[in-house]
């Protein structure tokens, strides 16, 4: 197989050109980083579970309108999705206090909090990724008060339906980030697009029953077993066999191969919907 073009070596993915312009391959590797890369380890199976979770909640994300850059399955950890300028911040909804929230405003962990709260975060690994306020976004060009507004509403509404879907399978959506990108049509109109990946490398969900957490803080706060508790949320949501794929570190390559065809299946008309048909046209893809 020809050698493919890797664009971007990040802490969790590696980005390769995909085989038509405009797409490319998100490859999931197995690499868990906390504190702004500071932590790091080898957790053999995350990127497959992540990668099958992401897709399957992409799918069904669109399959309720949200845009969303996922094209298709491509093998077990990886995915063809569309292209797209990443507009430069993480969009944080929180449901109950956690995290940085908890400690910053000494609210105790789990406290469910009066409303979701949106949080803006600036992606800058040199700076550890500030929180930023709407008008730094808005003074600095991050992103202009249409798009700002296009990505709160896609926020609630992820939220509302995640919240319901993980609520399912017996789990609490504390809190997630979302990252956002910018498509530009042949019209110059602007298209955006829920981006990146949605795992539990990204969602902190805790066992309704026994707040277990069941999420990428099991390696920031060394608790161990994440694979295990990943391996859960997948199984609870259907998308692999009781018993999981991943077994003392080996992966059931055979069960594993299989379950792309599950989203695929789903592959479908996608209906992107313009905000600002006088941007110009620039941008890195044409649609
Ligand atoms: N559809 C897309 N088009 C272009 N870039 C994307 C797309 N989806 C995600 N990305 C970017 O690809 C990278 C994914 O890799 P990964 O999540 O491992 O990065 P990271 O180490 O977290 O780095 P970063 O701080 O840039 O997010 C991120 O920079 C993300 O913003
Ligand atoms: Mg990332």
């Known amino acids: 197989m020809a050698r493919r073009k890797m664009l971007y070596d990040g802490k969790a993915k590696t980005i390769f050109e995909g085989p038509e312009p405009g797409t490319i391959i998100q490859y999931f590797k197995d690499d868990a ?13 995350k990127g497959v579970l992540n990668n099958r979770i992401s897709a399957y909640i992409m799918t069904r994300l669109e399959s309720m309108g949200i845009p969303t850059h996922f094209l298709k399955s491509i093998n077990m950890r990886e995915q063809l999705v569309r292209e797209v300028e990443v507009v430069p911040l993480e969009v944080v909804i929180r ?35 500030p929180l930023v306020t709407e008008d730094h976004i808005f003074a600095f060009g991050w992103a202009d008060p ?34 956002f990108g910018r498509l530009y049509g042949d019209m110059g109109e602007l298209y955006l697009l829920l981006a990146d990946e949605i795992s539990p490398d990204n969602c902190r969900l805790w066992d309704l029953d026994t ?28 998308l692999i066999p009781k018993g999981g794929i991943i077994e003392g570190g080996n992966i059931n390559e055979q069960i594993a191969a299989g379950l792309d065809e599950i989203e695929n299946e789903l592959s479908r008309q996608r209906r992107l919907r313009g905000i600002n048909r006088n941007a110009p046209n620039k941008g890195p893809r044409k649609i």
Not at 104 to 129: D, H, Q
Not at 153 to 179: H, P, Q, T
Not at 214 to 233: H, I, P, S, T, W
């Open 33 to 45: 980083s906390a504190d702004n890369g500071a932590k790091h380890a080898v957790l053999p199976g």
């Open 95 to 129: 449901n109950a206090a956690a995290g940085s929230l908890a400690k910053r405003l000494n609210i105790k962990e789990g406290t469910i909090l009066p409303r979701p709260i949106v949080e803006f975060y600036l992606k800058n690994k040199e700076l550890g990724n």
């Open 146 to 179: 249409l798009e700002l507004e296009e990505m709160m509403a896609m926020s609630w509404r992820i939220n509302d339906y995640l919240s319901g879907l993980f609520a399912g399978i017996n789990l609490r959506l504390v809190d997630f980030k979302l990252e």
């Open 211 to 238: 707040n277990e957490k069941m999420d990428k803080d099991r390696f920031r706060e060394d608790l161990g077993g994440l694979v295990e508790a990943y391996q859960q949320v997948a199984e609870r949501l259907g």
